[in-house]
């Protein structure tokens, strides 16, 4: 059927529901690479803390010093936990003073 209504004032033009799911699209697509730069970070960041950890571990056993070994074998811990689910622990954010942690006082 063949009728001359114009184009803007057709109801069947699906423009608005394009522009709306475009506009989720990418919106969509930012936060998906904001989550994957975020992940990459915090792995990195793991690999960071567990190479300071495992180091400073050797450090203390040639010291002797068993509270050093345990401190830095739950950081070499934590690392291992970063770099395997990409979301950084809830010690290191203590650690660093982003938010306050269930057991170590925060840094200032």
């Known amino acids: 059927m063949l009728t ?8 069947t033009n ?6 709306t799911a475009t506009t989720t699209s990418s919106s969509n697509k930012v936060a ?17 803390e567990k190479l300071r950890g495992e180091f400073n571990q050797g450090v ?7 509270e050093g070994i ?5 950081i070499a811990n934590a690392g291992n936990s970063e770099m395997a689910t990409g979301q950084f622990a809830k010690s290191t ?11 170590d006082p ?3």
């Open 32 to 48: 998906q690479a904001g989550e994957f730069t975020k992940n990459m970070l915090a792995a990195a960041h793991g690999a960071g």
């Open 14 to 19: 699906p423009t608005t529901a394009s522009t």
């Open 93 to 103: 954010k203590n650690r660093e003073g982003a938010v306050p942690g269930d057991h």
């Open 60 to 66: 203390d056993r040639t010291f002797n010093e068993s």
């Open 70 to 74: 345990a401190k830095n074998e739950r």
């Open 4 to 11: 001359n209504t114009p184009h803007f004032l057709d109801t």
């Open 106 to 108: 925060r840094r200032v």
